[in-house]
């Protein structure tokens, strides 16, 4: 039989960080070279109805 495996100790506890990267209005303000808005875009000829 095969011997067991000991497990490998536990990683310790560290809380998580909190990364800001701006407001929502900043966030979703126009960008890009030619000002296109960040939102979503639907294909006018679609092939899934």
């Known amino acids: 039989m095969a011997k067991p495996v ?9 809380a998580p960080k909190l990364t800001v990267y ?6 979703t303000q126009k960008v890009g070279i030619h000002g ?11 092939t899934h109805i």
């Open 6 to 14: 000991a497990p490998e100790p536990k990683k310790p506890y560290s």
């Open 22 to 27: 701006g407001t929502v209005r900043e966030l």
């Open 36 to 46: 296109k808005s960040d939102k979503g875009h639907t294909p006018r000829n679609s």
